[in-house]
């Protein structure tokens, strides 16, 4: 068994036909940007099996570590964070100031071999590194179920 992605929920209802347009023509790269058509943002996650480990980690770009949080709950780990930006510019007689705000989480259902305990995380340059020890061999998940008449 390996990692599993959890379905994702929203929270929020889906935005109106014609302010994804709008996002879309104000914004042309907002089709190739980690957020969905909600505006919530998915971070890029790539899922490396090693033979003692997982490896994970996770594009966080613009994300201070004091905004990330890493938890076990059962068996999901749960990454989620939020991303703050504000842009000031002032001159003469002219002030422009924008902020931009936007949360994710993401979670992975854990295979029962992965030590829950044993989670080391790292953050660096906007990358997220997890590692997390396996304390065994996979089992295998299926069993027979005889039929009775």
Known sequence: MALLPSLRRRDRALPSVSSMFSDFFNDPFFAMSNRDISGAMWPSIDIVEEKNNYIIRADVPGVDKKDIDVSVLGDVLIIKGEKREESK?????????????????????????????????????????????????????????????
Do not use: M
Request: aromatic letters at 10%; zero cysteines; charged letters at 35%.
């Open 89 to 149: 510019q002032s001159e003469e007689g002219y002030n422009h100031l924008e902020r931009a705000y936007g949360s994710f989480q993401r979670s992975f259902t854990l295979p029962d071999y992965v030590d829950k305990d044993n989670v080391d995380a790292k953050f660096k340059n906007g990358v997220l590194e997890l590692s997390l020890k396996k304390n065994g061999e996979p089992q295998p998940s299926a069993k027979r179920v005889e039929i009775k008449e």
